[in-house]
Structure formats: structure tokens, C-alpha cells
């Protein structure tokens, strides 16, 4: 099917998508501001223990660590979720995937949407804390961040367009992405800055997309810098060259999604 | 979404079709049993559908007849393009409505009233487009106070009043039906025939399963009889159906 016509058929089910993300959203806060209070709360806790270790026993050279940190790790927690929900959630449609045909990607596509606008609203959070609870303020640079965001979010999106369809066929893939997702976590500048990581590992290192998108975040929000826009822009094409094969991938494998899962 | 023209009077072409499914003796879902089982996984492969070919036309009324794993179901579901074919094409020209083997893919969580928002939704009705057809599909479900009950309360026979009202209340050009008339009490099955012959009428196309000769009789214009993967007779549904259970002994 050409390209063209996908998008058209998925703007044919946007209702469907838009019932799902809406599911999605109110499921996850319970329709109330506590329930989007308790899905903080794992975050707040990882911002606590990683901020007393790495302050206390590590003691990192990185003034308003803490901040620091919240700044990398609350888009990391919305990669991280978006890979988890996202590698099981056509696995986990099956009755829907059995009874009624829609096109398929409406699935990955909505847990990448609902779990944006969850990131939007922590990033709620976020200014707060830098506005009140830090010396750092905020700048006209946190503007770009729906554009770090949208790159994020493409990027993700074929992460888990492979992800789940794979994990339709073999269900080790959502077993085997925790302990990768650890590793990715490492790899990623959320707990410690990209500069230090050594030069000679640098080539490999700058491979992982989410190092510059950590960047950006922290150019932007932290150290109120521009972004480096070269950088972006490359990651955005990649991500969408990414995100085109990742879409062959899926189309190839969905064709029976209904008879195996 | 097809790339094959129609033309206006055919909205139903299936070309050549065959369609298998491949058994695992013990289908190995993690990775570990595939590798343990590499050597012994033996595949049996089902050849439910041979080559089939039909044309259905707008506005005609087509049943499927034929004895259980005959292919009926198989081809509803080709059809709704919930499964693919291996061989062949089909085209639809028009919007699908489907209602297949018990159930509609509601989440159960959710109650009555909230599906009706979803199910329509992947039909591609909008919030307000089901807020005009909510009451009927409602009145039509006879659910009462229960459609603001979740759905895993609900009996089969809720359930399926509830899918059907919906199935039928999304304006599709094309609705597919597999032996709805199996679950329901008289009255409601009463109500789905008067129901379908509402839309036949409109010149919406059906395409139904059904083990009912007498329904298939009264209500279809056409019979199409399928036997071990293959049509076996296809035609006025009174010839057809009489041919069926002759050779069914009754």
C-alpha cells in the first residue's frame, strides 16, 4: 500500500485514534489531578534516590544536580514508557485485532500520542521546578521543546512499529526489552553530562539517538543555550528514515497479526 | 484501498483466493521452546479455502451455507480484511461493517454506553455522529439501565444485542454477519430480521453466515454453498438451499 494512502486511511480512523489515546489518558490518571499525581511518583522517587546517591556518594560536580537530572529524567521515564507500553500494546489488543478490521498502526501510534501528552504535562512540572524550586529560571528557549519532543516521538514511533510487531511473533521481545531498556538508560546522558564521556568512545557513543535529544533538552531548559539545530536536524532525518523502514517492517509482518496473537 | 477499478455494480470481488493456516503441534510463543523445539516443531498445514472466486453485486443479499469448517467464517473474515489471503485478491467497494463469531472486540472494562463511543469510532463516526445515533442503537440493544453497566456484566445474549445494534446502526454500505442469529432469544432474532430487511431494502449489501435454511430462503437472494475449501453450487438461494439439505439427509 503506497504511503499516501495510509495516511489517508488513518486520518479515516482518527476518531479510533482519538477514542484511544482518550482511553489511554484517563485510564492512566483515573480522571483526576491525583491520579496524574501517582504517576509522578515513580518518577520523584528515581529524581530522589539518583540525586542522594550521585550528590552524597558520587559526589558529581554538577551544580543543581537535582534539577539536572529532572530535566533528562522525565523524558527518558516518557522513551522508557512508550517502549514498554508500545512493544505489547498489539499483543495486548487481540479480542480488537480478531473482531474488526482498522488499520493496524492505529495501536502504536496511539500509545506514542498518549504518552506525549502525558510528557507534556509533567513538562508542567518541570517549569515549575525551575521557575521556583531552582536558581535557573526559564528562557525563551524552552520553546523548542514541542520540537525535541515531536523528534522524540518519531523516533519511538519506529521503535515500537518493530517492537510490537515482532513481539506479536516471538513475546520474549517485551521480556528481553527491560534489561535492554537498563542498558539504553546508562547509555543515555540522564545521569551524568555527554561531555564525559571519553573522546575515543565519543564516534560510538553519539550513535544512540537519545544523546543528542538528551542534549537538547538540557541545552534548552538548563543551560538556557540554543540547540544544536545540525544535530537535530540529522536526527530528525534519521528518525524518519528510521521511522520509514520500521513502517515496511510492520506492514510486512501485521498481515497475521489476527491468526497469531 | 484497493488498486483494481470496479466497476458500480460489483462491490464484492474475490478473486481467486486461497487461503491456509499453518498448525504447530505445539506452538512455541518464546524463544526458548523455539530453540529446545527446533527440530520437533512440526507444521500441519489446513488448506481452508481453494481458489475461490465471487462477484457480489450491490444491493444483493448473499448467504453462506455449508457445513461446520467448510470455509464460511474463514471468508467472512477475508472479507472484513481481518485475516489475509495467501493467493488471490479481494476488493470491496464500500464501507465495512462487520459483526463476527461472538463479539465486536468491546473492552469489558468499559460499560456499555462508552463501547457504543468506541465501536463506532473504528467504523469512523465521530463523538457527535454517534451522539445522533446513540438512542437508537440503545432502544434497538433493549439494554435499558444496563448500558451504563460494564460490559463483562453483560450476558452473551447482551452482548450480542449490543453488537448488533451497533453493527447496524453505523450506516456501512457493506455489513458482514456470522451467525448472529445463533444467540438471542425469539423476539430479539425476530427484531434483527426486520432489522436487515429494513436495510436490505435501503440496497445495502449482506453478506451473512447461517445454518437457518428457512431464514436463508425467506430473506436471501442468494445462497453460496461452500463445501471442504471449494463452492460447491452458488445461485438462487430457494435451489441452493433445497440442494444442501438433500444432501444433508433431511
Known sequence: MKLIEKFKEIYKYRHMLYTLVKQDIRGRYKGSFLGFLWTLLNPLLLLLVYST????????????????????????????????????????????????YFPREVLPLATVISNTINYFFSAIIIFIALIFFSPIGLSWFALFLPLIVLIQAIFSLGCILILSALNVYVRDVQYIMNPLMMVWFYATPVLYKSDMVPEKYRFLYDLNPMVKIMDAYR???????????????????????FLWIAYLIFEKLQRRFAEEV | MSKIKIDDEIVIKVENVTKEFTYYEDKAYFLKERLANLKRTRKRKHVVLKDISCDIRRGETVALIGINGSGKSTLLKLLSKIIYPETGTISMNGKVSSLLELGAGFNTDFTGRENIYFNSSIYGLGKKDVDKVLDS??????????????????????????????????????????????????????????????????????????????????????????????????????????????????
Open chain 1, 53 to 100: 546517591v550521585f550528590q552524597i556518594v558520587f559526589k558529581i560536580d554538577i551544580p543543581n544536580y537535582s534539577i539536572y537530572l529532572f530535566i533528562a529524567l522525565m523524558p527518558w521515564n516518557y522513551f522508557a514508557n512508550t517502549i514498554a507500553m508500545g512493544t505489547a500494546c498489539v499483543s495486548n489488543g487481540g479480542a480488537l485485532l480478531k473482531k474488526v
Open chain 1, 219 to 241: 541545552s534548552i531548559l538548563y543551560d538556557k543555550t540554543m540547540p544544536s539545530l545540525n544535530w537535530l536536524l540529522a536526527i530528525f532525518i534519521a528518525s524518519m528514515i
Open chain 2, 137 to 250: 442503537i440503545i432502544e434497538f440493544s433493549e439494554l435499558g439501565e444496563f448500558i451504563d453497566a460494564p460490559v463483562r456484566t453483560y450476558s452473551s445474549g447482551m452482548y450480542m444485542r449490543l453488537a448488533f445494534s451497533i453493527a447496524v446502526n453505523v450506516e456501512a454500505e457493506i455489513l458482514l454477519i456470522d451467525e448472529i442469529l445463533a444467540v438471542g432469544d425469539a423476539h430479539f432474532q425476530d427484531k434483527c430480521l426486520k432489522k436487515m430487511k429494513e436495510l436490505k431494502e435501503k440496497g445495502i449489501t449482506m453478506v451473512f453466515v447461517s445454518h437457518s435454511m428457512s431464514t436463508v430462503e425467506q430473506f436471501c437472494d442468494r445462497a453460496i454453498w461452500l463445501h471442504q475449501g471449494l463452492i460447491k453450487m452458488d445461485g438462487d438461494s430457494k435451489t441452493v438451499g433445497e440442494a444442501y439439505l438433500k444432501e444433508q439427509g433431511l
